[in-house]
Each structure stands twice: as C-alpha cells, then as structure tokens.
Nanobody, 115 residues
C-alpha cells in the first residue's frame, strides 16, 4: 500500500524559511514524478512545484526564485525549501506523486506565515 506523508509545516514569520518533507512508502516503488500543491481557505488547490525522475522542475510564477523542490530518490523523499515566505503563502500544502503510473496524494501539512 502506497502512502505519502508530509511534514515540516508550521508557523513562520514573513521573510523566514521553512522546509517541507514528503516521504513515500510502500513496496516496489517506482516514482516517476513528485510535486507540491497548496490550498488556501476559499481557494482551489494550485500547483506550487513539480519534479520528474530526470530532475526536470516546474514552478508556479508566484514562488519562482523563492521556493526550491528537490528529490532524494534513494529515500523516496521530496522536499520543498521555502524561503522569503509571504503571508499569501499561507495554505495547506499537499504532496502528490506519480508512482507506478498512478497518482497519490498526501494528507497535507499546514503552513502559516504570520508575524
């Protein structure tokens, strides 16, 4: 059974940094891509960043230059380094992964940017 577990969320001040982690677990994992999405209250879920198994990355314009996605293939873990955060980055952040040609979602982790 495949499972994605996010961690690292919390309260951070504007201008600060936070690193989110998404760990995939299960048998015979073949991960093709991983990504981060977020959903703020009253808004639709939106893409933040994605990374493929050949390290192609894609970022939403709102986070370019501030957020960095990375992937440790040996640990089946993806990261989202969030720098220079803003109040508008406040949302529940979800991990999504393409594993053995099926999409999976994590349960989400709350990120709150506030002074």
């Amino acid at each position: 059974q495949v499972q994605l577990v996010e961690s690292g969320g919390g309260l951070v001040q504007p201008g600060g940094s936070l690193r989110l982690t998404c760990a995939a677990s299960g048998s015979n994992l073949r991960i093709y891509a991983m990504g981060w999405y977020r959903q703020a209250p009253g808004n639709q879920r939106e893409l933040v960043a994605t990374i493929s198994d050949i390290d192609n990355t894609n970022y939403a314009d709102l986070v370019k230059g501030r957020f960095t996605i990375s992937w440790d293939n040996a640990r089946n873990t993806a990261y989202l380094q969030m720098n220079s955060v803003k109040p508008e980055d406040t949302a529940v952040y979800y991990c999504k992964a393409l594993i053995s040609l099926k999409w999976y979602w994590g349960q989400g982790t709350q990120v709150t940017v506030s002074s």
